[in-house]
């Protein structure tokens, strides 16, 4: 379904942030990546949407019509079409905090009309009441209409979720999907994101290692730039001490 393949990419000045990051995701599986703040874990995620330039290695990935297509070589139309594949869920959100929940939801299939229509028509109504099963599916459909500046940031990140839903895609990436939440919310955003891997992939960046333990079925960890685990979530306090280093897996 998606393979990543030695991805490099190195900075000004010659600190490489990726450093031949590899490994493979199939069918029904939950992987999270796990690793220090500044490890690569967001950058990965951004390389596998295309979002970053690498200076090597590629990104391949099960589309539409059963072929590879390979991210990283693919531009324009080519591109566009791969990361139509993909539901991001960002770390940032990126909702239109003045558009209602609905509108934003249905934002997620921009990407499969022709502009005119955007910009003339819009959304048909089946399209409008398949958005409107994707807020059912998080549990927003009766403040569909609401603004969504005035929800709260559980209510927004199962916006966000909804709209990558509605996209119909074959892999999702999270992005810290519940770096702003409490542990109430956070729980909760994560028993949406599990079901969702039975039918198309899912990989999230994390910081704890307790929630992988109990949501993922795998774990990828990385540390300076480079895959130092994968494997079980199960994981030991040697293994944690692997990714993070001994002083930071103490602490978590």
């Known amino acids: 379904m998606l393979v990543v393949d030695a991805l490099t990419k190195t900075v000004p000045g010659g600190r490489r942030v990726l450093d ?3 490994f493979s995701v199939g069918a ?11 490890a690569g874990k967001s950058l990965t995620l951004r390389a596998i949407s295309g979002l970053t330039e690498l200076d090597s290695g590629e990104v391949r990935f099960a589309c539409e019509d059963g072929t ?10 080519a591109l566009r079409a791969a990361r139509r594949q993909m539901g991001v869920i960002f770390q940032g959100l990126h909702l239109v905090k003045r ?3 609905i509108e934003n939801v249905m934002m997620g299939r921009l ?5 005119l229509r955007s910009w003339l028509y819009g959304f048909t109504d089946a399209e409008a009441r398949e958005a409107l099963e994707a807020l059912d599916q998080v549990s927003m459909k009766p403040l569909a ?9 559980g209510e927004m990140q199962r916006v966000a979720i909804a709209r990558a839903i509605f996209q119909r895609p074959r892999l999702y990436l999270a992005d810290e999907p519940i770096a702003a939440l409490d542990p109430r919310n956070a729980e909760a955003i994560l028993n949406l994101l599990q079901p969702l891997s039975r039918h198309n992939p ?3 960046t ?3 290692p307790e929630l992988t333990r109990r949501f993922c079925t795998r774990v990828v960890g990385i540390r300076e730039g480079r895959v130092v685990y994968d494997g079980s979530p199960e994981l030991s306090r040697s293994e944690l001490a692997g990714i993070y280093g001994i002083r930071e897996a103490q602490a978590v």
Request: with cysteine; net charge positive; charged share 10%.
């Open 20 to 22: 031949g990051v590899s």
């Open 28 to 38: 029904g599986e939950f992987v999270g990546i796990l690793g220090s703040s500044g």
């Open 68 to 77: 590879m297509c390979c991210v990283t070589r693919a531009r324009g139309k």
């Open 99 to 101: 558009m209602t929940v």
């Open 111 to 115: 990407g499969f009309i022709h502009p």
């Open 145 to 153: 209409g609401r603004i969504t500046g005035s929800l709260s940031g």
């Open 202 to 204: 899912v990989v999230s």
């Open 206 to 208: 994390f910081h704890q």
